[in-house]
């Protein structure tokens, strides 16, 4: 295998998102890599992308200043995405079976293969379909399919007195239309009724739209 097959195989496999998520044909398909620098250092495992990096792998796109990813001994490999200065580090990909994007951004995105987990540092925020939550820190736990989400860095609460909140919109989920009712044997099926209007789902708010609690408190 080739350096240019060797880079896009791991980086393909490293940054595919969890099952639950990821649309499933993404994963028979080419990835393709853009970067302004390329290193490899073979006795560390270690494969570096460097300046406007872009990952095409299907519908997963994956935007970052900096792409380093690394492999253990057991062959796990942990990727590193960063931004620089105001831009994020960001991916999106599309939910299987359904016409909806999973995206996140932060100043730093961080995947373990071994442990399953993707973690996004400082500025992180994940949207799926219209819901979407904002923090610090975000953690997904793709084995066990459980989010952590917190207002200062690195897992913890931020400092009394500082401004940083989770911010979260969940969407209501709508109830699934009643089945037909089959009419007996030998009697004709009634009219059916009238197809009702669809409700319109409420807007989504920006998470600067959401008030604080100590916000809403004080008015």
Same mark, same amino acid.
């Given at each position: 295998m080739?350096?240019?097959? *060797?880079?896009?195989a791991?980086?393909?496999?490293l940054?595919?998102?969890s099952?639950?998520?990821a649309?499933?044909a993404?994963?028979?398909?080419?990835?393709?890599?853009?970067?302004?620098?390329?290193?490899?250092?073979?006795?560390k495992k270690?494969q570096?992308?460097?300046?406007?990096?872009q990952?095409?792998? @299907?519908?997963?796109i994956?935007?970052?200043?900096?792409?380093?990813? /690394?492999?253990?001994?057991?062959?796990?490999?942990?990727?590193?995405?960063?931004?620089?200065?105001?831009?994020?580090?960001?991916?999106?990909?599309?939910?299987?079976?359904?016409?909806?994007?999973?995206?996140?951004e932060?100043?730093?995105?961080?995947?373990?293969?071994?442990?399953?987990?993707?973690?996004?540092?400082? *500025?992180?925020?994940?949207? %799926?379909?219209?819901?979407?939550?904002? @923090?610090?820190?975000? /953690? $997904?736990?793709? *084995?066990?399919?459980? $989010?952590?989400?917190?207002?200062g860095?690195? @897992?913890?609460?931020?400092?009394? @007195?500082?401004?940083? *909140?989770?911010?979260?919109?969940?969407?209501?989920?709508?109830?699934?239309?009643?089945?037909?009712?089959q009419p007996?044997?030998?009697? +004709?099926? %009634?009219?059916? +009724?009238?197809p009702?209007?669809?409700v319109?789902?409420p807007?989504?708010? %920006?998470?600067?739209?959401i008030? %604080?609690?100590r916000?809403?408190a004080?008015?």
């Amino acid at each position: 295998m080739n350096l240019i097959h *060797r880079l896009a195989a791991i980086a393909g496999i490293l940054f595919a998102t969890s099952p639950a998520w990821a649309e499933k044909a993404d994963a028979e398909k080419p990835v393709n890599i853009e970067a302004d620098r390329v290193s490899v250092d073979d006795v560390k495992k270690l494969q570096t992308f460097e300046g406007n990096v872009q990952l095409v792998k @299907g519908t997963l796109i994956i935007r970052a200043e900096r792409i380093v990813i /690394s492999q253990d001994d057991d062959g796990y490999q942990r990727g590193v995405a960063t931004g620089s200065g105001s831009a994020l580090a960001r991916f999106r990909q599309k939910r299987e079976g359904i016409d909806e994007y999973i995206e996140g951004e932060a100043e730093r995105i961080e995947h373990d293969a071994k442990s399953e987990k993707t973690e996004f540092f400082i *500025r992180a925020r994940v949207k %799926s379909g219209q819901d979407e939550v904002r @923090g610090q820190f975000i /953690s $997904y736990d793709a *084995r066990n399919e459980q $989010y952590v989400v917190t207002s200062g860095p690195d @897992g913890t609460r931020a400092k009394p @007195g500082s401004n940083e *909140r989770v911010r979260a919109v969940i969407q209501p989920k709508n109830k699934k239309e009643d089945a037909p009712v089959q009419p007996p044997k030998g009697k +004709a099926a %009634s009219p059916a +009724a009238p197809p009702r209007s669809p409700v319109p789902a409420p807007a989504l708010k %920006s998470a600067q739209d959401i008030a %604080s609690p100590r916000e809403e408190a004080s008015k």
